[in-house]
């Protein structure tokens, strides 16, 4: 599938977090921009950055809650995903692409501005993209949402949209999500960390993030999730340059 007007070819990926965080797209299809819609099927999974230790979970917990732990190639700090509980969306740019730029900090303001006309047609006031270097919190080392990168969608000072990246001879691979719902709960839980230290990342963390139903209009509020995901989705892909 094609969208309108912006040479992109269209993909509907599902699979489990594992699946999805494969090499992708395949080799002969990587001289074309592509944008995937994937759709999480499968257990829930902590995806830890491409730097993280595999220590910072809990594992004999995560394996007891059926959680996997699998881990992307591009970097920043771990994210909990789960069926129907975030609208992630991942995009290749060729190296010739018009939308290639050489700065790292440039080359993903493209892709925060289409998610924030995305989220602005649905409703949503007041957004901003970071345009600026990592700006880094006390937990981000640890948890994505919880610092700014650039092209990340902001709803005041809270994080809406994350996206990280890897770059390579052929193109850039974008990795972009927002969480439907903002909840650090259930990831703290399965983080390696002692009584303390979970305690205060809960508190830490309550604020530095928020969910796409956290800033639409009331009239969404009752709209069942994949309702939501699926008009955000479909906004998105009209929001593509």
Avoid: N
């Amino acid at each position: 599938m094609t969208a309108p007007g912006g040479g992109w070819s269209i993909e509907r990926r599902v699979g489990t977090a594992r699946a999805l965080h494969e090499p992708w797209p395949a080799p002969t299809e990587r001289r074309r921009r592509t944008v995937a819609l994937c759709s999480l099927r499968g257990p829930r999974a902590v995806v830890l950055g491409s730097t993280q230790s595999i220590d910072v979970v809990d594992l004999q917990r995560s394996a007891s809650e059926g959680v996997d732990v699998v881990r992307r190639r591009s970097g920043g700090g771990a994210v909990l995903v789960g069926a129907g509980e975030q609208v992630w969306v991942e995009v290749w740019i060729p190296r010739d692409d018009a939308l290639w730029d050489d700065d790292v900090i440039r080359s993903s303001w493209w892709l925060g501005e289409s998610w924030k006309r995305a989220l602005e047609e649905l409703g949503a006031p007041g957004l901003l993209v970071h345009r600026r270097r990592s700006m880094g919190g006390d937990w981000s080392d640890l948890v994505c949402f919880a610092g700014i990168g650039p092209g990340e969608v902001l709803a005041g000072t809270a994080k809406v949209v994350g996206v990280a990246q890897r770059r390579t001879r052929e193109g850039a691979r974008l990795h972009s999500m927002a969480p439907m719902s903002w909840e650090p709960a259930p990831l703290v839980a399965l983080l390696a960390l002692d009584p303390l230290r979970a305690r205060l990342a809960h508190d830490a963390l309550g604020d530095v993030a928020t969910g796409v139903r956290g800033i639409l209009p009331p009239s969404w509020c009752d709209t069942e999730r994949g309702l939501v995901a699926s008009a955000l989705e479909d906004a998105l892909v009209s929001a593509l340059p």
